[in-house]
């Protein structure tokens, strides 16, 4: 099961994730595809809800980004 830890940097996953990032563009998209999809075969969910979660789990802090 994935260890997810609490940071002032956001939510990190084991180190995967190097900081916050509110804008992403096609290479950012590109380049997380495989942790996503690593994150997904560990944790026995899909790549679509992994990365949603990741998303997500933010924001409290984006307001108005999410639909």
Wanted: net charge positive.
């Amino acid at each position: 099961m994935p260890t997810w830890r609490r940071s002032s940097r956001g939510t990190e996953r084991n180190g995967r994730i190097e900081g916050r990032q509110e804008r992403f563009d096609t290479a950012d998209c590109v380049a997380m595809t495989r942790p996503i999809r690593d994150i997904a075969n560990e944790s026995g969910r899909s790549a679509a809800a992994v990365g949603y979660a990741l998303f997500a789990c933010d924001a409290h802090v984006r307001s108005g980004t999410l639909c």
